[in-house]
C-alpha cells in the first residue's frame, strides 16, 4: 500500500509531536537540575540561565545514591532474572502443549495485573512483617518477581507462539527432551524475545514506586525511594529535586541506550523474522 | 530396521473420534505407505507413531515393546515433516548432526556420519548454508538427510512431497525410493496421491474416515480392491462404477443390465437373478468395438498426447471413461459402440464390498 504525500507528512508531524511532548517534561527535570532554587521557580521559566552542579553536590551529601543505586540493581535485575527462570517453563508448556484451559489460564494470568495493587497492599504488608522481610531487598525481590510475571510470562507466550510447532516436534524425534528442547532450540530461537523481555521487566521494576515505598525504609530503599526522600521535607526546592530525579533515571537511561538495538529487536521479532 | 505392531489403536480428541480401531503389522524393511483422501487422519496415526500425538485406546509395539509410554525421543524413530521443520538457527551440517548431538556421539563420528549421507542427497556444498538460504527442493533433502543420519529404527513421512513443485515431486519420488533400496529400512510413508503411493509401496493401507478400508500391494489393490472405496481411490483416470442389475446367470457368465440400458456379460460372479450391483471398470479395460454390447455417444475427449481419454454418455447418471491410443479417431458427439476387454470387471454388492473379490481376476 501506497499512502499519499500529505498522508505521510501528517503522520511524521504527528509523531514527531507525540515524541516531543513526551520528551519535554524529561527534559524540562534535566534542564532544571543544573538550575539554582531561585532560577528554578522564577516566572516566566528561565531557557538560558548559568548552570550549575550545586544541586547534584547537596543531593549526594543528603541522601545515600550509591546505596539506592545498588539497591534497584539488585532488586530489578534479580526479580527479573528470577521472573524470566519461572516464565519460561510455564510460557512454554502453554504455547507447545495447549488444552482447552489454556486461553483461560491466560486471561486469568493477566488479570491479576487488573487489581490495583493498593487493594492486597495489606495482606502484603503483614505477611513481610511476620516473615521479617519489611525493608529487605528479599522481600523486594519476590514482591517484583510476582508483580511482573503475569506481563513476562504473556510476552514470552507470545514469542515463543512464533515458534511453529513442527521444529520443536524434529527436536522431540530427534531426541531433545524437555530441557533439551529449551536450551537448543527455544533459547536460540526466541533469544531476542526474551532478552527484550528481561529488558522491559528490569526497566518496570527499576521505575516500581508503590511497593518500594511502602515496603522500605532505609536499608532496601531503592531509588523511587531516593527520590521521594527528597520530595517530602525538600518539596519546594525543585532543583534539588529535578536533579535527584535525574540521577535516578540517568542509569537505566543509560542500560536502555546501550541496549535498544535489542530491545527493538525483540519486539518486532515476529515482523521481521 | 524393525518391526511394527499396532494393536486396536484409537485417537479421539474430545467425544470425536479420528482413529477408530486399528490393527497393523508393518514388517522390517517394509516400505509401507498410508493413504487416503485429507482429514481421514493419516497424519494422526502417523503421530501417534511418533510419539507425537497421545494414544487413546490400543497398543503400539515396535520390535515387540509396547511403545504407548514412551515418549519421541526415546522410541528411535525419525520423521519427515511435511514443512521439512529444520532448525532455522542451525546450519545444514548442525540440522543434520543436531540428533547425534544429543545422543553424545563424538565429533569426528558425527561429521563421517554427515558427510556420507551429504554424499547421499547431494548435499556437500550445502553443509555451511542456513535453511533460509535454500531452495525448497534442497530443504527437503535437507530434512531427509537428517533423518538418515540417526540411522532410525524406521522413518516416518508426513507428506514430504507435497511442497514441491511437480518436476521435483517425480525426481525427489525416485530419490526416496532408491534411498529405501540402499538402506534396506522400514519406511511408512503418509500421503493422499495415489500415485505417490502405487510408485512407492510394498504395501498400500487405504485408509477412510479413520478406518483401514484394505491393505495390500499396489497391484492387488489395483485388480482387486476390497470395496468401492478402495475401487474409486486407487487408479487415474478412476475406476467407471455403474449400477447394475443381474439379468440371468451361467456356469460361464453372469448377464447384467447396465444403468442405461446396456447389456452386457461377464465372468460369473457370486449374485443370484434380479441382484442390484455396482460394476468397476477401469478405463483401459474397455475397448471401441463395432460389434460391442454398449452404445453411447461421445461428450468430451482429452488427447494427452500418449494417450486420449473419452467421455462416454451410456445413459447413466456419469459417462464412462474410455481410455484410447492416440491416435484414435473418436470425435465429439459421435455415437459410438463399445465393449469389455478381457471381462476384467470388478462387481460390488448393495453393501459395498466385492463380490468374492479374493479371487484372482482373468484377464486382469
Ligand atoms: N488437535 C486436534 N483436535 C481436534 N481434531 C483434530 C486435531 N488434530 C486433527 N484433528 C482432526 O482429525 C482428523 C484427521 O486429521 P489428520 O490426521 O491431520 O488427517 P490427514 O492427515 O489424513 O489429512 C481431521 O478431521 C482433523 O480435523
Ligand atoms: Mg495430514
Redesign the interface.
Known sequence: MKASLAFRIWISLLGWGAALAMFFPVAWMVLTSFKTEIDAVATPPLLFFHPTLQNYFQVNQLGDYAGAVWNSVVISFGSTAIAIALAMPAAYAMAFFPNRWTKDLLLWILSTKMMPAVGVLMPIYLICKSTGLLDTKTGLIAIMTLANLPIIIWMLYTFFKEI?G??I?????????AL?QIR??LL??AGPGIASTGLLAVILSWNEAFWSLNLTAVHAAPLTAFIVAFSSPQGLFWAKLSAASTLAVAPILVFGWMTQRQLVRGLTFGAVK | MSTLEIKQLRKSYGSAEIIKGIDLKIEDREFVVFVGPSGCGKSTLLRMIAGLEEISGGELLIDGVRMNEITPDRRGLAMVFQSYALYPHMTVAGNMAFALRLAGVPKAEREQRVRVAAKTLQLEALLDRKPANLSGGQRQRVAIGRAIVRQPKAFLFDEPLSNLDAALRVQTRLEIAKLHRDLQATMIYVTHDQIEAMTLADRIVVFNAGRIEQVGTPLELYHNPANLFVAGFIGSPKMNLIGAVVRARTAQALELVLDGGSVVSVQPGDAAPGAKLTVGLRPEHIVVDPQGPISGHVEAVERLGNESIAYVSIGASLPLTVKLPPQSPVALGENLRLALNGHAVSLFGEDGHALGWTRPQAGG
Open positions: 511453529p513442527d521444529i516436534e524434529a527436536s522431540r524425534m530427534d531426541g531433545a527432551g533439551a537448543v532450540v536460540p530461537l
